[in-house]
């Protein structure tokens, strides 16, 4: 079981570029989560999808971010026109599904986003 | 608003001694999930609940979900005990999405 895998590791932008994400989920696990993580907001949620399909994506922000899950292996997050605001650590995580214990996340390592 | 308020911020145990963390919630949750951030940064998770206790080796959470708190027992600390702690609950009328607390930095010495 190799765990969520999140690529890249680091990655540093400029300002106005666009930057995208990637995580293996945990094979079998149908839930799909992503969150963000800066000192000053702590953990935010941004999206998740279950069995590929969008369920919630209240976390996102409305405008440059969006998310999409093609296959069971493999979902992104893509930021267009990065800005500073957007650099900090984001995290994926999965879980088998709903269900008594179910939605035990397991995430990844991050993926530390930087704007300059 | 803040629905996952975790304290203590900070924590110092000597070696041997425990302590417990505690999340307050400003409203009803479905379950709760403990994690601790490892060396690598990777969120690793610790306990997952709907309701009562589990126990793993030295630790020990506890979730009432009517009294809306959980706490994270830490007995006979360890020095690789050290790093940060977060909970994060979900609620009843959020779907599964996690709401964490701001963490606990715990630092087990000699």
């Known amino acids: 079981n190799a765990g969520v895998i999140q690529t890249p590791r680091h990655k540093v932008t400029g300002k106005g570029q666009e930057a995208t994400l990637w995580c293996e989920p945990i094979?079998?696990?149908?839930?799909v989560f992503w969150y963000r993580q800066t000192i000053v907001q702590g953990l935010e949620f941004l999206t998740y999808f279950r069995n590929q399909a969008p369920i919630d994506d209240s976390g996102m922000p409305k405008e440059r971010f969006s998310a999409q899950m093609p296959n069971q292996s493999h979902s992104t997050l893509k930021i267009q026109s990065t800005q500073p605001q957007d650099s900090a650590v984001y995290l994926c995580?999965?879980?088998?599904?709903?269900?008594?214990?179910?939605?035990?996340?397991?995430f990844g390592e991050g993926s530390r986003l930087i704007v300059v | 608003g803040d629905q996952v308020e975790q304290s203590p911020s900070a924590l110092s145990l000597h070696e041997g001694t425990g302590s417990a963390l505690r999340c307050n919630f400003t409203t009803t949750m479905r379950a709760v999930q403990w994690f601790r951030k490892n060396s690598r940064g990777s969120l690793i998770n610790l306990f997952y609940l709907a309701s009562g206790t589990k126990e793993n080796g030295r630790l020990k959470s506890a979730f009432d979900s009517k009294e809306r708190y959980s706490t994270l027992h830490i007995r006979d600390a360890q020095l690789e005990d050290s790093g940060t702690y977060f909970c994060a609950a979900e609620a009843y009328n959020m779907g599964y999405k996690l709401t964490f607390g701001t963490g606990t930095s715990l630092l087990v010495d000699p």
């Open positions: 995580a999965s879980s088998l599904g709903p269900g008594d214990s179910g939605n035990t996340l397991y």
């Open positions: 094979s079998g696990h149908s839930a």
